[in-house]
C-alpha cells in the first residue's frame, strides 16, 4: 500500500520569499516521486521528479525538492516565490511493476502576495 | 517534446447522451495512458489505467459500463461517458507515459451535463 500527504492544504507566501510545499509518503517498496503544478483550468505540467537517482533533484522554474528515506518527505522548495509561482502543486507517487500505481496528494494551494 | 493533447477542451451536452473525449499524444508513443477526474478544488481521482492493445484497468468504484475506455493505438486513447448524467460534469484529464512512470498531462477537458 501507498499513501501521499500533503501537510498544507493553503500556503501563503510573500513575493520573492522562499516557498516550501511539505509531501510525506508511504510505499512499500522504492517509489517514484513527482511534483506537478495545475494553474487554474489547465492541465497538469511536471515540475520534478525522484526516481532513486540524486536525492537534490532540481525542477524547472526554480523549484527543487530533496528525497529524505529516514523522514519518507519530498518537500518542494523555491529560494525566491514569484508571482506567477501561484497555482495549484501536487505530489505523487508511484510504483510500478506490472502495474502503475499512482497516488496523489490532495494538492496545496500556494498563493502569492505582492 | 512530451505534448499531450485532449480533444475537446469543452463539452456540454444533455443527460443521456454519450460524449467522447479524446487523448492523443503528440511527439511520442504513449504505452500506458491514464484517465482522471477531477472536482473543483479537489485532487485528481484516477479512474482508469490502459496500456495500447489491451483492456483498461479501472480504479475500485468506477465504473466499467459507464466509462468505456479504449487504447487503440500508441497516440490514441479515448474515454467515452455513456448515458451521461448531471453528476458527471466534472474536469476529465489524461495523460501518457512511456514506460519511465513519467506522465505527461493533457490541458484537460470540462463536461457539462445538463
Known amino acids: 500500500a501507498q499513501s501521499v500527504t500533503q501537510l498544507d492544504s493553503h500556503v501563503s507566501v510573500s513575493e520573492g520569499t522562499p516557498v516550501l510545499l511539505r509531501c510525506n509518503y508511504s510505499s512499500s517498496y522504492s517509489p517514484s516521486l513527482f511534483w506537478y503544478v495545475q494553474h487554474p483550468n489547465k492541465g497538469l505540467q511536471l515540475l520534478l521528479k525522484?526516481?532513486?537517482?540524486?536525492?537534490l533533484v532540481k525542477g524547472i522554474n526554480g523549484f527543487e525538492a530533496e528525497f529524505k528515506k529516514s523522514e519518507t518527505s519530498f518537500h518542494l522548495t523555491k529560494p525566491s516565490a514569484h508571482m506567477s509561482d501561484a497555482a495549484e502543486y501536487f505530489c505523487?507517487?508511484?510504483?510500478?511493476?506490472?502495474?502503475?500505481?499512482?497516488?496523489f496528494g490532495i494538492g496545496t494551494k500556494l498563493q502569492v502576495i505582492p | 517534446g512530451a505534448v499531450v493533447s485532449q480533444h475537446p477542451s469543452w463539452v456540454i451536452c444533455k443527460s443521456g447522451t454519450s460524449v467522447k473525449i479524446e487523448c492523443r499524444s503528440l511527439?511520442?508513443?504513449?504505452?500506458?495512458m491514464f484517465w482522471y477526474r477531477q472536482f473543483p478544488k479537489q485532487s485528481l481521482m484516477l479512474m482508469a489505467t490502459?496500456?495500447?492493445?489491451?483492456?483498461?484497468?479501472?480504479e475500485q468504484g468506477v465504473e466499467k459500463d459507464k466509462f468505456l475506455i479504449n487504447h487503440a493505438s500508441l497516440t490514441l486513447s479515448t474515454l467515452t461517458v455513456t448515458s451521461a448524467h448531471p453528476e458527471d460534469s466534472s474536469f476529465y484529464i489524461c495523460s501518457a507515459s512511456f514506460g519511465q512512470e513519467t506522465q505527461y498531462f493533457g490541458p484537460g477537458t470540462r463536461l457539462l451535463v445538463l
Open positions: 505523487v507517487v508511484t510504483l510500478s511493476g506490472g502495474y502503475q500505481k499512482v497516488t
Open positions: 490502459s496500456n495500447e492493445g489491451s483492456k483498461a484497468t479501472y
Open positions: 525522484y526516481t532513486s537517482a540524486a536525492t
Open positions: 511527439d511520442f508513443q504513449a504505452t500506458t
